[in-house]
């Protein structure tokens, strides 16, 4: 343990970023251990309240850890907490990314891009079936989903943001008249 | 190859990343990348843009920032990644934090937990849209589609943990589109 807090920060979250398999959801447990049991900057609760937070503003829902370094240690804690989890995995990233590149146009690189592209088509529909099952809103998330999903297949260039102004405007309506 | 013969401009790539970032409620990041990436602006083919996704997700790390990452890299080497991840960071940044300072009178505010399952449930559907976007080319493949149902039964319905799935069914459907190669569909 560090008694310096910026570089608490780093040690605690700097290898979360490069453990972080398969998105953010594999981060949570492990920050939460050690933030409320071994360092004691926040309370169980208050790490909840933090998930909660990042899940309603723009951006990743891993970025409660931007508000655990403001909490912890003001701007510069978020700046160093927010670096110290996206910089060591976009390095990565952005490496092979480049050898992927490079190599473009070989018989394996065709295979691996074919075989890995349906395990992808298959993570994205589970992925949104997963958030359906989450928002606890039932019939009607599923119907608004696949109306959102069959607009766009009707018009693929249909701006996001009116999808989004669209989704939240027939929800606050709904709550408002059933209660 | 890319289709554009001028390079991008790293402004133009941190205005774009900027914008997705600052409007990504509710997780419909990838299928607005695609949108403005791939058929807005035609920085990448289809392919190119799939395969990175499957890249993002095999690699440890945030799918978003790691798209960000690797479509930067597409576009403008180490720069473009840096500015793409930048962009799509930095407005959130303060975002979140101002957000972490008024949250108790934010969830207050009428309608807004409504309105943030509203904006989910919509991101819901840009994740199916290009869910069937990406599967174009694989239904006539059997193979591919035995590994997209499995991916799903097993992610989705059984939730089942993501790394021992993705590290059976990988090399599995990489091993089987090597001795049979699927047909090279047009792109849309």
């Given amino acids: 343990m560090s008694d310096n807090p910026l570089i608490a920060l780093i040690i605690v979250i700097a290898p979360l970023s490069l453990v972080a398999l398969g998105g953010a959801s594999a981060?949570?447990?492990?920050?939460?251990?050690?933030?409320?049991?071994?360092?004691?900057?926040?309370?169980?609760?208050?790490?909840?309240?933090?998930?909660?937070?990042?899940?309603?503003?723009?951006?990743?829902?891993?970025?409660?850890?931007?508000?655990?370094?403001?909490?912890?240690?003001?701007?510069?804690?978020?700046?160093?907490?927010?670096l110290a989890l996206y910089v060591p995995s976009s390095a990565l990233c952005f490496v092979v990314a480049r050898v992927w590149n490079r190599y473009r146009g070989s018989r394996w690189h065709a295979a691996i891009e074919n075989g890995l592209r349906p395990i992808g088509a298959g993570l994205m529909i589970a992925g949104g079936v997963m958030i359906l099952r989450v928002e606890e809103s039932g019939p009607l998330a599923w119907v608004m989903a696949f109306a959102a999903c069959a607009l766009l297949i009707w018009r693929p260039l249909l701006h996001p943001m009116l999808l989004i102004g669209g989704g939240a405007a027939v929800f606050v309506a709904l709550r408002a008249l059933i209660g | 190859m890319q289709k554009n013969v001028t390079p991008v401009s790293l402004l133009a790539l941190y205005k774009l990343f900027f914008g997705v970032g600052l409007f990504s409620f509710g997780g419909g990041l990838t299928a607005w990348f695609h949108r403005e990436v791939v058929l807005v602006r035609g920085w990448m083919t289809n392919d190119e843009f799939f395969s990175g996704y499957s890249l993002a997700q095999l690699l440890p790390g945030v799918n978003s920032t790691n798209m960000a990452v690797y479509i930067g890299q597409h576009v403008r080497g180490a720069a473009g990644s840096a500015v793409a991840l930048a962009g799509l960071l930095s407005g959130p940044f303060f975002i979140v934090?101002?957000?972490?300072?008024?949250?108790?009178?934010?969830?207050?505010?009428?309608?807004?937990t409504a309105a943030m399952s509203g904006i989910a449930t919509v991101a819901v559907g840009m994740i199916f849209r290009i869910g069937m976007a990406s599967m174009k080319g694989t239904v006539r493949h059997i193979p591919s589609m035995v590994a997209l149902v499995a991916t799903f039964v097993a992610v989705g319905l059984l939730q089942w943990p993501l790394l021992p799935v993705l590290l059976t069914l990988a090399p599995l459907s990489i091993a089987a589109a090597f001795m049979h190669p699927p047909q090279k569909a047009p792109h849309e």
């Avoid at chain 1, 981060?27 to 926040?42: C, G, T």
């Fill in chain 1, 27 to 82: 981060i949570y447990a492990p920050l939460q251990h050690q933030a409320v049991d071994v360092y004691h900057w926040i309370s169980g609760r208050e790490y909840l309240e933090l998930f909660a937070i990042a899940r309603v503003t723009p951006g990743p829902g891993s970025m409660l850890t931007t508000i655990l370094g403001w909490r912890v240690a003001g701007l510069a804690g978020a700046l160093v907490a927010t």
């Fill in chain 2, 97 to 112: 934090i101002a957000a972490a300072v008024v949250y108790n009178q934010l969830v207050e505010l009428p309608g807004f």
